[in-house]
T-cell receptor
Framework: SQKIEQNSEALNIQEGKTATLTCNYT??????LQWYRQDPGRGPVFLLL?????KEKRKERLKVTFDTTLKQSLFHITASQPADSATYLC????????????FGSGTRLQVQP | GAGVSQSPSNKVTEKGKDVELRCDPI?????LYWYRQSLGQGLEFLIY????????KSGLPSDRFSAERTGGSVSTLTIQRTQQEDSAVYLC????????????FGDGTRLSIL
């Protein structure tokens, strides 16, 4: 069956360090992968989309990589700040025909000042 | 407004009652999605609408759940004969088109079934 896996344990890091979050998927062949941020009590907010032919995508302090051989995406936040504390979700479109996103369960990031 | 709007933001009801949740998508977005998020869990797809096409209802958990989208804009998710396991946050999103477009989410309706 198709699965999207994110580390369910919270990631705690010190301010200024780089946070790296992992998204692994099985039995998908996605052309795109998306990352969202979700704060408590709010809906997810779109951050980045990366295509299968893009190895890396950057936006300000954010960087996403996409390895279709490993079936993995890494999400990096450099020079992390306490305001980056949130849950980060990866998502992709199933290649079975349904055109809605399937989300991972998310990884909670806590940046300590 | 500029974003996706959902109402009510909170709904408490007794088991067995029917509830209606409303979503106003971003103007011009042809795709509209409903998801459910239980406490501490990921988003569970329920249904999506794309333009005038028949909706994809494959995520609806039972026939007590239904949704409609009138005039290609506002959508209503209806849950009949609510059960306690229906308690969750119901999130609506819209995008320019279905598929790999970024989705814009509302802040959800928190539904509590007593």
């Amino acid at each position: 069956s198709q699965k999207i896996e994110q580390n369910s344990e919270a990631l705690n890091i010190q301010e200024g360090k780089t946070a790296t979050l992992t998204c692994n998927y099985t039995n998908y062949s996605p052309a795109y992968l998306q990352w969202y941020r979700q704060d408590p009590g709010r809906g997810p907010v779109f951050l980045l989309l990366i295509r299968e032919n893009e190895k890396e995508k950057r936006k300000e302090r954010l960087k996403v990589t996409f390895d279709t051989t490993l079936k993995q995406s890494l999400f990096h936040i450099t020079a992390s700040q306490p305001a980056d504390s949130a849950t980060y979700l990866c998502a992709l479109v199933s290649d079975t025909g349904r055109r809605a996103l399937t989300f991972g369960s998310g990884t909670r990031l806590q940046v300590q000042p | 407004g500029a974003g996706v709007s959902q109402s009510p933001s909170n709904k408490v009801t007794e088991k067995g009652k029917d509830v209606e949740l409303r979503c106003d998508p971003i103007s011009g977005h042809t795709a509209l999605y409903w998801y459910r998020q239980s406490l501490g869990q990921g988003l569970e797809f329920l249904i999506y609408f794309q333009g005038n096409s028949a909706p994809d209802k494959s995520g609806l958990p039972s026939d007590r759940f239904s949704a409609e989208r009138t005039g290609g804009s506002v959508s209503t998710l209806t849950i009949q004969r609510t059960q306690q396991e229906d308690s969750a946050v119901y999130l609506c999103a819209s995008s320019l088109q279905a598929g790999n477009q970024p989705q814009h989410f509302g802040d959800g309706t928190r539904l509590s079934i007593l």
